[in-house]
């Protein structure tokens, strides 16, 4: 088992910044993971957001967030990172950090093995 913690959310103005963050404990030594970033908002489905995978060579971006969000990971620490820059309104969304135990980066929620307990993002206006 893996089990994925984030932090790093909170309450931030349109325009401004935020960097999510998901530690990674348990098994993490049995392979390599892909790891990704989902998002859900009030009423809305899940959705995929950014993914990376073990050597951090192959990334992977919602079109919405391209160009604003950065994936990036630290395998020494098991910590992966979001970085959003340049947040709207519609950023507005519980984040969660998920994890594959097959090394290929993939955008269909289904296909990760493990997943945090999400945190909060608001942007205001």
């Known amino acids: 088992q893996v089990q994925l913690v984030e932090s790093g959310g909170g309450l931030v103005q349109a325009g401004g910044s935020l960097r999510l963050s998901c530690a990674a404990s348990?098994?993490?030594?049995?392979?390599?993971?892909?790891m990704g970033w989902f998002r859900q908002a009030p009423g809305k489905e899940r959705e995929f957001v950014a993914a990376i995978n073990w050597s951090g060579g192959r990334l992977a971006y919602a079109t919405s967030v391209k160009g604003r969000f950065t994936i990036s990971r630290d395998n020494a620490k098991n910590t992966v990172y979001l970085q959003m820059n340049t947040l709207e309104p519609e950023d507005t969304a519980v984040y969660y950090c998920a994890a594959r135990n097959v090394d290929s980066i993939v955008v269909v929620a289904t296909l990760y093995n493990y997943w945090g307990q999400g945190t909060q993002v608001t942007v205001s206006s």
């Open positions: 348990g098994r993490t030594y049995d392979g390599s993971y892909a």
